[in-house]
C-alpha cells in the first residue's frame, strides 16, 4: 500500500555538488527498487540552523515529495542514519487529498508558465521575423531616375502605377487609423440591399 511522504533532511554545508548528488541519486534508486515515486525535490540550499549542530551553524536543507511503501520509508531513513553528511532527517506521513491538491496546482502552475514563455517565444519570433525582412529595393532598382522616350508609360500603366503608390501608403497607416476605422463594407449585404 503506498501513501504520501515527505521527507526533510539537513546536509553538512560543506559537502561539494556531487555528494549531495550521490544522495540524491541513492533516495532515487531505493525508491526505484521499491516501486515508489518521486514528484519534487525542492533544494533550499544553505540556510542557518535553529542551533549549532556539530559545531556547524549552517546546513544544506532538501525536501522530497514522494509515494512511497513502508518497506521504503524503512529503507531510506537507514540509509540516512548511516550517512556521515547527513546531519537530520524526517520522514513525514501527509494527508493524501492535500498531497495530490498541490500536485495537481503545481502541474497546472507549470503548464500556465510553459504557455506563456511558448506565447512570449512565438510574439518575440513574430517581432524578429518582421524586422529580417527587408525592403523591397527591386522595384526602386527597376524604375530609372531619368526616363528616355522609349520608357514612358502609357496611360494604362501610369494609372496602375497610381493606384500601387495609393494602396502602400494606405497599407502604412499607424495604429490609431485602423482602430478608429469604420468596420469594412461587405458586397453581400450591399447586394441583399
Sequence with gaps: MSRDYELGFI???????EEIRSILDRIEQIVANYGGQIF????????R???PIERHRDGY???I??????ETVTEIE????VSEIVFRHMMKRRDPKAAQKER?????????AEANSQAETSATSTEAEAAAVPVDSTDAAEVPSTPTQTETPAEGQAEEVSTVAA?????????????????????????EA
Design 49 to 51: 540552523l535553529a542551533y
Design 61 to 63: 536543507y532538501i525536501f
Design 40 to 47: 519534487k525535490i525542492n533544494q533550499w540550499g544553505r540556510r
Design 78 to 81: 537507514r540509509t540516512l542514519r
Design 65 to 70: 515529495d514522494m509515494i512511497l511503501t513502508p
Design 11 to 17: 546536509l553538512n554545508p560543506e559537502v561539494s555538488e
Design 167 to 191: 494602396a502602400d501608403e494606405a497599407a502604412t497607416s499607424s495604429s490609431e487609423e485602423v482602430e478608429s476605422a469604420p468596420p469594412a463594407f461587405e458586397e453581400s449585404e450591399a447586394i
Design 104 to 112: 495537481e496546482a503545481r502541474a497546472a502552475a507549470a503548464a500556465h
